[in-house]
């Protein structure tokens, strides 16, 4: 068996927004192929690593033949004869080829997709799914945090929470979890038709609803609603993506939410409202990527899970500086913002380390690639954020993790209501 690297193509594809993006094959001597797609998120973080777009009027700017001629000329060149397996040494090895911060030079798309193929290539060469490949151990299958009703930077409305979803931890196993999470999508379809009108139905990036809702109260009451038109009530609970990085105003110091301009003081206290009528155990990213002492407040205060999105970036950098200070118990892994396969299971072996719970997410801009899901199971994470069940490139990832479930067997576990802390 040959794992070195013998040919490395790519080609611009399209994600689910018709956006295009990066797919990389890695092929081995062996002539083994491995293939992975490259996300892309609207709602980014300051911190994230930087994709690389062509800027042309093809695609409005948003081409990548950059990053693609990139990965033919000149990764291809440096990482040919590499072992595929040894992933840290070929991830070290993209980091310096790039030689920027922040991977902006060979673009962070260009590189991730080849350090996922890399991955992809040895697992398939040496007969193992990917999720084993990371990982022996791996045996922990994830509760779905199900984005129902989108707002935000995902939809059209003027709902500026940006995800409003269910945790069904109340679930046996995943695969009773993603029969609730239907019956709670369908019940939601119907109150939707039936106060806003069926164009209403619509949905938004991440499948999602995305109807004519401004207030946060209006959009979890309807949620709160479906839940309670079907008979697993007692086994959901409710988490928010407010993303308020993008309600910041840096010059007043404040959050304008709902026509108000908040103090972190008051948003903090608008959340303690919140908490005392819904069911929310997790909130992301409560207040902006720079607000430390909000985050720190918000972490002890509100005494539940708050995941750091663009807050911690899956940066093992910021995660050492915030995480010790309280600041967030949670991580939001998402491996283009960090660029490498290595780099993202560090941040995530970081966030175990401080007793934070990890919450892998897919990107809006996604693609069919499922790799999240052995990613997921992989580090026995606990949570997966994928969006709603209605858009097939979301629905890619909850079937791989219904496949896995079968190959689990009997040593599968669903998280439950462990999510947090699994095993």
């Given at each position: 068996m ?5 040919e490395i193509?790519?080609?611009?594809i399209l ?5 295009p993006t990066v797919q990389?094959?890695v092929?081995?001597n ?6 992975a797609d ?12 930087k994709e690389l777009r062509?800027g042309e009027?093809?695609y409005g ?7 693609v001629?990139n ?7 440096e990482?040919?004869g ?5 992933q840290?040494?070929?991830?070290a090895?993209?980091i310096?080829l790039?030689g ?16 996922l193929a890399?991955a992809?290539a ?6 193992m ?8 151990n ?5 509760v ?12 059209s409305n003027?709902?500026?929470f940006?995800?409003f979803?269910?945790f ?5 196993t995943?695969s009773e ?7 709670v999508?369908e019940?939601?379809?119907?109150i ?7 164009i209403a ?5 991440e ?7 401004i ?6 009451d309807?949620l709160?609603?479906a ?7 007692n086994?959901?609970v ?11 105003n840096?010059?007043t ?9 908040l ?12 908490l005392?009528?819904?069911?929310i155990?997790?909130m ?7 607000d430390?002492?909000g985050?720190v ?6 005494q ?7 807050f911690l ?12 200070l ?16 290595s780099?993202?299971?560090d ?6 380390r401080?007793s ?18 052995d ?11 994928t969006?709603?069940?209605i858009?097939?490139?979301r ?7 219904l ?10 576990v669903y ?8 095993f």
């Amino acid at each position: 068996m040959d794992l070195r690297i013998r040919e490395i193509d790519a080609r611009e594809i399209l994600d689910c927004r018709g956006n295009p993006t990066v797919q990389v094959d890695v092929i081995l001597n062996d002539g083994t192929m491995g293939r992975a797609d490259v996300p892309a998120g609207r709602s980014t973080g300051a911190n994230e690593a930087k994709e690389l777009r062509d800027g042309e009027k093809r695609y409005g700017g948003m081409g990548v033949r950059k990053a693609v001629a990139n990965v033919k000329e000149i990764i291809q060149p440096e990482v040919k004869g590499m072992d595929a397996s040894k992933q840290r040494e070929l991830d070290a090895a993209l980091i310096a080829l790039d030689g920027t911060p922040d991977k902006s030079r060979l673009g962070a798309n260009a590189i991730l997709g080849v350090s996922l193929a890399a991955a992809r290539a040895a697992a398939n060469a040496l007969h193992m799914p990917l999720y084993r490949y990371i990982n022996v151990n791996a045996h922990v299958l994830p509760v779905p945090l199900l984005n129902l009703i989108n707002g935000g930077k995902h939809a059209s409305n003027d709902l500026e929470f940006q995800e409003f979803c269910i945790f069904p931890v109340g679930a046996e196993t995943f695969s009773e979890a993603m029969e609730i999470a239907m019956a709670v999508y369908e019940e939601l379809r119907m109150i939707i038709i039936e106060k806003y009108g069926k164009i209403a139905a619509n949905v938004g990036d991440e499948g999602g609803f995305a109807p004519p809702i401004i207030k946060v109260r209006e959009a979890m009451d309807n949620l709160v609603m479906a839940v309670e038109r079907t008979p697993y009530a007692n086994k959901i609970v409710y988490g928010l993506d407010c993303a308020t990085t993008h309600l910041y105003n840096p010059e007043t110091n404040k959050y304008t939410l709902e026509g108000n301009e908040l103090t972190t003081d008051e948003l903090l206290a608008f959340y303690k409202d919140l908490l005392k009528d819904y069911p929310i155990v997790s909130m992301e990213d409560p207040f902006s990527e720079d607000d430390v002492d909000g985050f720190v407040r918000a972490t002890k205060e509100l005494q539940i899970q708050i995941v750091g999105d663009d807050f911690l970036c899956t940066n093992p950098r910021l995660i050492k500086e915030r995480v010790p200070l309280g600041a967030s118990n949670a991580l939001l892994l998402k491996v283009n913002q960090i660029g490498t396969l290595s780099e993202a299971l560090d941040a995530a072996e970081l966030a175990y380390r401080n007793s934070c719970g990890v919450m892998v997410s897919e990107r809006s801009g996604e693609t069919e690639d499922p790799i999240i899901a052995d990613l997921v199971v992989g580090i026995n994470a606990g949570q997966i954020k994928t969006g709603a069940t209605i858009r097939g490139e979301r629905t890619a990832k909850y079937n791989r993790l219904l496949q896995i479930e079968q190959e689990l067997g009997s040593s599968a576990v669903y998280a439950g209501r462990n999510f947090k802390i699994p095993f």
